[in-house]
């Protein structure tokens, strides 16, 4: 499968506090990244890196065979991307915010309308598209997000908690999205929900004080629990990766992949 | 798509935010308003008893520090508070493309204010046989100290998320950039600085080089004075994003 994000040596210090301290990253179609972490841990800031809002203090990002350093305005016409909390234009309604991103991907007339409506049509908006953004309830907000996130198509997909504020309906719908546009394309998606991962994603990545401590399939974050752990296994796992009381200091690698 | 493009898309998200929001009207009532007020009244543009608009361009400056500061301190402030910073920069846009868009949304609205002053003109045109040539100056001119104050405004919403911080900080700025020309203040400094600084800081201001516009003078050395200004504050806005946005 072809490499669609390839994120060498990432490192990023805001003054003496280094946030990220060395991630590499490889994620091809195909395939759904479930990124995880304690709050703190970089995951947002690893996200910022990706997609062009920071500049990585050390380490390239490369995105569907472009070097984001080199040619940023067309590595981000490579992805969407649902930065943190979903910001969105409150004073436009969702379907001018949507048709001002269709321009800023470069469409207009009727194929940024087509764009438009289909992105309305996919996270089930039709209801809401003349409605103010500033108005919508958090889970409609964060749909308009996604809607935006997905309007081009993009090979590369980077959503930061996109089901977070969702009701389980919801959640359930966008998790099927996300599946679905996992397919053929590279997704990498942060979380604070463990039954997330194991439910849309192929491969789970957790970071801790900007470090990978697992990268691995779902099955094999679950496996490293305790036999004897029957309930909220992957909280347990997670506890165990992300702090130092419970045997946190086997910070190995999985090599299933 | 190209670099013109990209500077149209967000031209027209931003033009078009000051109708969303009832404030840039508001204060374009008020501007239009005491622009008519103080141009009759204390200019006493009837009791002249001339021809011009010199009363309507004297006022432009002070009028121009609570409408400029009202236009641009929402331009960067208000992205940062709602974090769709975030987004501009994450979608096909350079830093450069955002700062020449918002500027030239936020010019575009000024210029606006000031067309809606047309009927002024037509008044002298109509009572007598003014200069249109020195009326015609005298626009220019408050259209480029506009730009120019505009661009040091946006320059200072880049530094806040509070759009009230950026208008107080862009007002003080431009009435800075006034007073340094003012006679007052020149005669205090210039006891103690060589005669060529005085003049360097005489040089500085928006004054000097407005009033030489307002008599009808079309000098390149305004008009550049104007430009400089206005690119080097957007340089420095470009810069500033790219510092801030983080935070």
């Known amino acids: 499968m072809k490499e669609l994000i390839v994120a060498r040596g990432l490192r990023k210090s805001f003054?003496?506090?280094?946030?990220?301290?060395?991630?590499?990253?490889?994620?091809?179609?195909?395939?759904?990244?479930?990124?995880?972490?304690?709050?703190?841990?970089?995951?947002?800031?690893?996200?910022?890196?990706?997609?062009?809002?920071?500049?990585?203090?050390?380490?390239?990002?490369?995105?569907?065979?472009?070097?984001?350093?080199?040619?940023?305005?067309?590595?981000?016409?490579?992805?969407?991307?649902?930065?943190?909390?979903?910001?969105?234009y409150g004073d436009m309604r969702v379907e001018e915010f949507l048709n001002f991103v269709a321009r800023a991907r470069g469409y207009a007339g009727a194929e940024a309308r087509a764009r438009v409506d289909r992105s309305i049509e996919r996270l089930h908006l039709e209801p809401y598209r003349r409605q103010l953004v500033e108005t919508l309830s958090k889970g409609y907000k964060r749909r308009t997000?996604?809607?935006?996130?997905?309007?081009?198509?993009?090979?590369?997909?980077?959503?930061?908690?996109?089901?977070?504020?969702?009701?389980?309906?919801?959640?359930?719908?966008?998790?099927?999205?996300?599946?679905?546009?996992?397919?053929?394309?590279?997704?990498?998606?942060?979380?604070?929900?463990?039954?997330?991962?194991?439910?849309?994603?192929?491969?789970?990545?957790?970071?801790?004080?900007?470090?990978?401590?697992?990268?691995?399939?779902?099955?094999?974050?679950d496996?490293?629990?305790?036999?004897?752990?029957?309930?909220?296994r992957l909280d347990h796992v997670f506890r165990m990766l992300t702090t130092s009381d419970i045997g946190g200091a086997s910070r190995t690698k999985a090599a299933s992949r | 798509m190209n670099s013109t493009a990209r500077i149209a898309t967000i031209f027209r998200r931003e033009?078009?935010?000051?109708?969303?929001?009832?404030?840039?009207?508001?204060?374009?009532?008020?501007?239009?308003?005491?622009?008519?007020?103080?141009?009759?009244?204390?200019?006493?543009?009837?009791?002249?008893?001339?021809?011009?608009?010199?009363?309507?361009?004297q006022v432009q400056p002070w009028l121009d520090l609570f409408l400029v500061p009202a236009l641009s301190m929402r331009l960067w402030a208000e992205d940062r508070r709602t974090g769709t910073i975030e987004l501009l920069l994450t979608l096909p846009f350079s830093v450069r493309d955002l700062v020449l868009g918002k500027f030239l949304a936020a010019w575009a609205f000024a210029c606006v204010a000031l067309a809606l002053t047309a009927p002024l003109w037509i008044t002298v045109a109509w009572l007598g046989s003014p200069d249109h040539g020195t009326i015609l100056v005298g626009y220019i001119a408050s259209a480029l100290m506009a730009g120019a104050f505009l661009a040091i405004g946006a320059f200072l919403s880049a530094f806040t998320k509070n759009q009230v911080i950026a208008f107080v900080l862009s007002g003080v700025a431009c009435f800075l950039l006034m007073v340094i020309?003012?006679?007052?203040?020149?005669?205090?400094?210039?006891?103690?600085?060589?005669?060529?600084?005085?003049?360097?800081?005489?040089?500085?201001?928006?004054?000097?080089?407005?009033?030489?516009m307002m008599r009808g003078v079309l000098d390149g050395r305004d008009v550049l004075y104007f430009v400089s200004v206005t690119a080097a504050f957007l340089f420095l806005n470009g810069i500033v994003v790219e510092w801030k946005k983080a935070e």
């Not at chain 1, 590279?186 to 470090?211: D, F, K, P, Q, Y």
């Not at chain 2, 935010?17 to 009837?46: E, H, K, N, R, W």
């Not at chain 2, 400094?189 to 000097?208: D, K, Q, Y």
């Open chain 1, 15 to 88: 003054g003496s506090f280094e946030a990220v301290r060395g991630i590499d990253l490889i994620v091809p179609a195909g395939q759904v990244l479930g990124f995880l972490g304690p709050n703190g841990a970089g995951k947002s800031t690893t996200m910022r890196m990706l997609t062009g809002f920071l500049e990585p203090t050390e380490g390239t990002v490369t995105l569907n065979g472009i070097q984001l350093a080199a040619d940023p305005i067309a590595a981000k016409g490579t992805f969407g991307y649902l930065p943190e909390g979903a910001p969105a």
């Open chain 1, 145 to 221: 997000g996604l809607a935006q996130a997905i309007l081009h198509d993009p090979p590369i997909l980077v959503l930061d908690e996109p089901t977070d504020g969702l009701d389980p309906n919801q959640k359930h719908e966008v998790r099927e999205l996300i599946r679905r546009l996992g397919d053929d394309r590279a997704v990498v998606l942060s979380t604070h929900i463990l039954e997330e991962v194991e439910a849309v994603c192929t491969r789970a990545v957790i970071i801790n004080e900007g470090r990978v401590v697992f990268d691995g399939t779902p099955k094999a974050l």
């Open chain 1, 223 to 232: 496996a490293k629990a305790a036999a004897n752990v029957t309930s909220n």
């Open chain 2, 15 to 57: 033009f078009a935010a000051y109708f969303t929001s009832p404030l840039a009207g508001i204060f374009l009532v008020i501007y239009l308003f005491m622009s008519a007020v103080l141009t009759f009244q204390m200019g006493g543009l009837y009791e002249r008893g001339q021809a011009d608009l010199r009363p309507f361009f």
């Open chain 2, 181 to 212: 020309g003012f006679p007052m203040l020149l005669d205090f400094v210039s006891g103690w600085l060589p005669r060529t600084a005085v003049e360097a800081i005489a040089a500085m201001s928006v004054m000097t080089h407005f009033e030489s």
